[in-house]
Structures are given as structure tokens and as C-alpha cells.
């Protein structure tokens, strides 16, 4: 294809996103997902947003922003008033595909946008969450109706996007959507070139581990909500038996507490593991906090989608810890770009962190590795090319389906099992 005819079809392109518009669904951390919706933006879509987050970063990014009460936690009377809410603002501004993501909304939003018709509906299964990993009676009775209310929504829910195999395996197996609607595309993405900008930003790492006090210490990182299912207390037991070993490391806790209801690790279970345990609370400059690090740890017992903060760790070139769970295990290859544990298992957590710490050129290579995968498969560019190939797809079916040309944009990760 010639320069002018390239150019042509990169015009034409254009104007077919412009026709369409995105408005995409999220909880409490949607503001996490600015980079996305820019990049969509820059494509030439019109992206409008609705949750119940902070504004103030929609408003910062021009990014036309809508309000809901969302209740996190289950709660049957605000969920059914988020499901008129949220089918009011379909209603109101009649986008051209509706996007959510989290367990509760990939639940709520083909409901409400069933009511109002007429609208396209992508889901996101970002993690099957605190349902399939806690062991609690709750979670384990509530299982077999979150299967039924997620088969029930998946008939009005046109494309299903999973973030990792195991997830995609498990509504397969459990027939909760169906073939046609099923898409792999790993991530949220990580926007590089953000990252690494925002990593030299800030105070130098002198000026950090002068501000928290830990002089020339090794440093044990992560960034968690400090909840129990993210796995805080197993590390906190594992810094105890490492700190017998070596008690000149550090351990430093990044991320919130206070918001996490029944959920959250108490302040003195924290301070228990005082001094070399600190928790600095949730921060907004994760990228330059994560030069203080010489090992980074994931510990979560969570189904996760694929953790943010693992791709952020490993786009800086850290050594990593985490558990193989869903999600961690489609960015770290055990013993190849890091180390794999089980859940709850503090004895093997300080173990693998002990063996990246004596061995620091092991521990180089590893993050070298898992920096080059992340930055290949999990960036930004490569995550937005399979979203735009999906949602021009559902605006423009070649054969009658919906989905019929899903497959078709740059960097499709298919419908493999």
C-alpha cells in the first residue's frame, strides 16, 4: 500500500472512531484508568466516564465525568438504586457501546443497559476478586449466585473481555458466556513512556530514604490496599522471620487502609513489626517510591485480573516475589523473571525474598526479564489497539454479528483456551 493510500485509511479510520462514543463504568479506582481513556481519546473516540471515584481527575483530564453511589461491598438496596442510576446516565447520554468493568457493574451495567436498549455492552473481567479467593462461609454461599447473575447479565453483554487464561477458562467451564462473545486481551496496559517520566520526577531516592528514615537499609517493598485477602498479613509474618536473618532490612507498605472496612489490617497488627516494618499509607507517586526498592513483593490471595503494580514493578526493572495466583502468574515465570509462592505461606515468602537479596545479580537478571515481557505485551499501545479493534467491530458488523470482525485489529490475542 502506497504512503497516500496509508494515509487515506488512517483518515478513514479516524473518523469511524470519532463516530463513536465510549462511556465506560468503574468503581472507586477508575481514576487509575486516566491512561486508557486518553489513549482512546487520541484515537479520535469521544470517552465520557461514570463511578463513584474522586472527579477532580476526570475534570483535570477534560474527561466528561458522570457520578454514582456504588456501594464496594454488598448491599442490596444501593445496588438496586446504582441500577436505576446507571441506566439513567445510559439513557441520558446514549453512547455508542457501554464499558465496564469490576465484578458488581460487569453485573449491573447489562442489566441496566437491557432497560434502556439499543446499546452495545463490553465487559471487563478484571479478576474474579474476594468471591472465588476468600474461604469464608460468606463468599463461598454467595459463589453459586454470583455464577447465575453473571450467566443471566452475560445475555446482554456483547463482548467479554478477560485479562488473563485462567479467568477465560473458568466461565468456559462453568458456561457462564458464551464462545462468540469471549475475548484475551492481558492488562489494563501500562502507559511506558508515562511511567518512566514519572519515575525521575520527585525527590531523588537520597531524599526518600532520608524522609523515611531508613539510612542505607535493603528495602522490601509493596503496594497494597493493606487488606488480609491482599495478603498483608502473610508479609508481615514474613518480615518477622526474615528480620531474625537480616535485621537490617526494611520493609515498606504502600497503599490505604482506612477505607477497607471489615476487610483491612488493623494499625496494630502493623505496628507489631515496628521498626522494620513501615506503612506510608496510599501515595500518588508510585513510580518514583519504586527506585527505593531492592526487592518488590506481591503477595495478594486474590483472583486478580493482572495487578497494576506488578506491571509497574516490573516495567522498573525490580526483582519480584508474588503468589501464584491468576493474574501474577501471566506476568512472572517462576525461577525466569522472578519467584512464584503459595498463599499464605510466610516461610517460603522469606525465603525467596532472602535468596534475591544475597543474590543481587540473579535478582538484576530476573528484573531485566520481567521488564522486557511487560514492556512488550503489556503496554499501553498494544492494550488500546485490541480495545479499538473491539469496539469498531461492534459499531461496524460485516456479516450481521456483532462481533464478526473482532479478531481483525493489530495485536488480537484471539479466543484461545
Not at 439513557?91 to 457501554?98: A, D, Q, Y
Not at 513512556?193 to 531516592?205: I, L, Q, W, Y
Amino acid at each position: 500500500m502506497s504512503v497516500r493510500h496509508e494515509k487515506k485509511a488512517d483518515a478513514v479510520t479516524s473518523e469511524a472512531a470519532e463516530r463513536l462514543h465510549i462511556l465506560c463504568i468503574g468503581g472507586e479506582d477508575h481514576a487509575l484508568r486516566m491512561p486508557f481513556f486518553a489513549a482512546l481519546r487520541d484515537l479520535g473516540f469521544r470517552v465520557s466516564a461514570a463511578a463513584n471515584a474522586d472527579p477532580a481527575p476526570f475534570a483535570r483530564a477534560e474527561i466528561e465525568y458522570h457520578q454514582l453511589a456504588l456501594a464496594r461491598f454488598i448491599d442490596l438496596r444501593t445496588d438496586l438504586r446504582a441500577l436505576k442510576a446507571i441506566g439513567a446516565v445510559i439513557s441520558r447520554l446514549r453512547p455508542s457501546i457501554v464499558q465496564c468493568f469490576d465484578t458488581k457493574l460487569n453485573i449491573l451495567v447489562p442489566l441496566a443497559a437491557r432497560r434502556v436498549g439499543g446499546n452495545r455492552v463490553v465487559s471487563t473481567i478484571n479478576g474474579l476478586g474476594w468471591l472465588y479467593s476468600s474461604r469464608s462461609p460468606l463468599a463461598i454461599g454467595l459463589r453459586p449466585v454470583y455464577c447465575n447473575l453473571q450467566r443471566w447479565a452475560a445475555r446482554w453483554t456483547d463482548v467479554m473481555v478477560f485479562q488473563n487464561r485462567d479467568d477465560q477458562r473458568f466461565f468456559e467451564l462453568k458456561r457462564i458466556s458464551q464462545p462468540r462473545t469471549r475475548r484475551l486481551v492481558p492488562g489494563s496496559g501500562i502507559d511506558i513512556a508515562r511511567f518512566d517520566g514519572e519515575a525521575t520526577k520527585g525527590p531523588s531516592v537520597e531524599s526518600l530514604r532520608k524522609e523515611f528514615g531508613l539510612g542505607a537499609a535493603p528495602i522490601v517493598m509493596t503496594v497494597s490496599r493493606m487488606t488480609h485477602v491482599k495478603g498483608i498479613p502473610t508479609l508481615l509474618a514474613a518480615a518477622k522471620l526474615l528480620h531474625h536473618e537480616r535485621p537490617d532490612v526494611r520493609f515498606l507498605l504502600v497503599g490505604p487502609r482506612e477505607n477497607e472496612a471489615r476487610l483491612a489490617v488493623s494499625t496494630r497488627e502493623i505496628e507489631e513489626h515496628a521498626p522494620y516494618v513501615r506503612a506510608l499509607g496510599a501515595r500518588s507517586d508510585i513510580p518514583n517510591l519504586l527506585r527505593l526498592a531492592d526487592v518488590f513483593v506481591c503477595p495478594t490471595e486474590l483472583r486478580e485480573g493482572v495487578p497494576r503494580v506488578l506491571l509497574e514493578a516490573s516495567a522498573a526493572g525490580l526483582p519480584i516475589v508474588a503468589t501464584a495466583v491468576p493474574g501474577c502468574t501471566d506476568v512472572i515465570q517462576d525461577g525466569w523473571s522472578g519467584y512464584l509462592v503459595p498463599t499464605q505461606s510466610p516461610e517460603a515468602l522469606a525465603e525467596r525474598i532472602l535468596a534475591l537479596l544475597q543474590n543481587t545479580s540473579s535478582a538484576k537478571i530476573f528484573g531485566q526479564r520481567a521488564s522486557k515481557h511487560v514492556r512488550k505485551e503489556f503496554s499501553l499501545d498494544v492494550t488500546i489497539a485490541r480495545y479499538a479493534s473491539i469496539y469498531r467491530a461492534l459499531a461496524e458488523p460485516s456479516d450481521g454479528s456483532p462481533i464478526a470482525r473482532a479478531g481483525s485489529g493489530v495485536g488480537w490475542a484471539g479466543d484461545r483456551a
